[in-house]
């Protein structure tokens, strides 16, 4: 085979290390000024494009594919920008911005990019104009105060009644349309929002998402997901002739195995003779009676741990009649403690009556032909734990589903925190974009022109949402733009599914 040419030519410097020349340095050139502007806008601009056509309820989902070969189909954009493998350095401005997102609020991810690409994109026109970079940047930012001023106007305080958790359940209902499972569209909505309400503080407004656990488990259908007023763990009693249900428990929560303790240095043991090993046998058990003696003295009926013990010590606590769960995760032993105000022990010497938890029922699940078991802790001391427990055809479902209610479960904490909203469908956009070019009118330095920018970037997401709901783009927005004015209503924004509502209110 003919070899290819050499990248470089080999040389020694003084000291006799090799060092390589590389050819063609020469016709590479270093970017600057405004070309690397427009380089850098147009590394931003390609990943706003990827994520377009998933904005809204018809915005279509993308299929991501890891390198080790496994399938994600989602429309997150959080989850589709952490998922790719983005090398230049705005382009990961980008997915940091969507991040950054996901992690305050919880939902939008995909809205905030296509807005900052937009942004970009009328940016470059600027430039071209020959426009400074830090005119167009003051511009923008005058252009935020307005539209942030206009948003506090045309904002409407939302009720939060306890005893009334439709509109509530209205709004989650909103954040799932554009999800995978959105054919169980009110029954997520409906979990989310006692979720929330479980755990909520609603003196301070405040909402705890450490109380709140997600677990999944292939099977069943999306419509069998429930929420579990306490904790699920995905564990199955130890011992399979141990009882399945355990009332009034009162739980040992331990951090230490029961195992018979072992010299922390290093140790050689010598069994030379059938008594010897009878001796270390009745050692053992002797030790494992004691372990379970004093488990037993402080009323404890169940015993939760985070390490194995052998078939002995097993069978030992199936005659002394104490259900136990072993190999429970660090942060399910957490969760437990938390819900059943019980204390994690790391020697059984200090295990003690006080230091139990509480719960009024713990019962085993059994899955299907599966077989597939899970341990369920309700009526728990602290009734502000909650599970959510997904069920899902195959392991993609259940991701894609954990991700939609995280987005709900973020908008419901959101309006407990702060109770105002502005209408979806782009129309608090399109509001705002005219309220920011109105108010260019004003300005008589070159900022207005970055203003006016600004607001043309605005109209992108209404432009988004009626191109992927198959709607004519620049038509509806013209239309929605002129009726917003005439008729004074900023509740007008795209009807992406067709359904008669636009601008009303329920």
Not at 56 to 61: C, E, Q, S, T
Not at 159 to 185: F, V
Not at 284 to 293: C, I, L
Not at 327 to 345: D, F, K, N, S, Y
Request: charged share 25%.
């Amino acid at each position: 085979m003919p070899s290819s040419a050499p990248m470089g030519t080999l040389a020694f410097d003084e000291f006799g290390r090799p060092f390589i020349i590389l050819k063609e340095q020469e016709s590479k050139i270093r970017l600057s000024g405004i070309e690397a502007h427009k380089s850098h806008i147009l590394a931003a601009k390609t990943v706003a494009n990827t994520l377009k056509s998933s904005l809204g309820p018809k915005g279509l989902d993308k299929m991501m594919v890891s390198p080790d070969g496994e399938v994600t189909v989602t429309n997150d954009g959080a989850t589709i920008l952490k998922m790719m493998d983005v090398e230049n350095q705005i382009a990961r401005l980008m997915v940091e911005l969507s991040k950054s997102q996901d992690d305050e609020i919880g939902d939008g991810t995909t809205g905030v990019v296509v807005l900052a690409g937009a942004l970009m994109e009328q940016a470059e026109a600027l430039l071209d104009k020959g426009i400074h970079p830090i005119r167009i940047a003051d511009g923008y930012e005058m252009a935020a105060k307005v539209a942030c001023e206009n948003l506090d106007r045309i904002a409407e305080s939302y009720p939060i009644d306890l005893n009334n958790l439709e509109p509530l359940i209205q709004t989650a209902m909103t954040t799932l349309g554009s999800k995978i499972i959105n054919r169980c569209h009110r029954q997520m909505a409906e979990i989310a929002v006692n979720a929330i309400l479980a755990v909520a503080d609603m003196e301070r407004k405040d909402v705890d998402f450490e109380l709140i656990k997600v677990e999944g488990k292939v099977g069943g259908k999306l419509e069998d997901t429930m929420l579990v007023k306490g904790v699920v763990v995905d564990k199955d009693f130890s011992h399979p002739q141990m009882p399945k249900q355990v009332k009034d428990a009162k739980i040992a929560i331990l951090t230490c195995p029961f195992e018979p303790p072992k010299p922390k240095t290093k140790h050689k043991l010598d069994v030379t003779s059938v008594e010897d090993y009878k001796k270390l046998r009745d050692y053992e058990r002797a030790k494992f009676e004691e372990m379970v003696d004093q488990v037993k003295k402080t009323g404890c009926n169940l015993v939760i741990c985070q390490w194995g013990f052998d078939d002995e010590a097993n069978h030992l606590l199936l005659q002394r009649e104490l259900p136990a769960v072993r190999w429970v995760g660090g942060p399910e032993i957490e969760l437990v403690a938390i819900a059943t105000g019980g204390r994690i022990v790391p020697r059984f010497s200090e295990l003690t009556a006080e230091k139990l938890g509480y719960a009024g029922i713990v019962r085993e699940l059994s899955f299907g032909t599966t077989r597939d078991h899970m341990l369920v802790i309700e009526e728990c001391r602290n009734s502000r734990a909650v599970t959510i427990f997904i069920r899902g055809g195959n392991k993609m479902i259940i991701e894609e589903a954990k991700r939609a209610l995280h987005d709900a479960l973020c908008v419901v904490r959101n309006l407990i925190r702060d109770n105002r909203i502005v209408y979806g469908g782009g129309a608090a956009e399109i509001s705002c974009a005219l309220a920011v070019s109105k108010a260019a009118n004003s300005v008589a330095s070159l900022e207005q022109y970055a203003m006016r920018a600004f607001s043309d970037a605005l109209e992108t997401i209404p432009i988004a949402l009626a191109e992927n709901s198959g709607l004519a783009p620049i038509e509806t927005l013209a239309d929605l733009k002129s009726r917003q004015i005439i008729e004074n209503n900023p509740r007008l924004g795209v009807d992406c599914l067709q359904s008669g509502t636009n601008g009303k209110v329920n």
